[in-house]
């Protein structure tokens, strides 16, 4: 599965799901139902590379920002002032 397939699918299941993390987690399991076992076993290695990516950017965001919660996806590695 190529990066961009990957946000793709996280993008469209967020954008569905608005702010509601726990009907994006539904909308998620539903696509990857209909994926391969090869393209589920690649999602599942971007899913933890990107998680490794948004933890530094996470953490200093909510230093700074007292309001700031991870659980909302407001930190995403397309962030490039927080990626780099």
């Not at 990857?32 to 290695?45: H, V």
């Not at 953490?59 to 002032?81: E, H, I, N, V």
Request: with cysteine.
């Amino acid at each position: 599965m190529r990066e961009e397939t990957f946000w793709q699918i996280v993008e469209i299941c967020r954008s569905e799901a608005g702010p509601d993390t726990e009907h994006v987690a539904r909308l998620l399991l539903r696509r990857l139902r209909a994926l391969g076992e090869n393209e589920i076993l690649e999602f599942e290695e971007l899913w933890f590379r990107a998680q490794d990516e948004w933890r530094p950017c996470c953490s200093a965001l909510s230093t700074m920002t007292p309001s700031f919660r991870f659980r909302t996806g407001s930190c995403r590695t397309d962030d490039r002032s927080c990626a780099e």
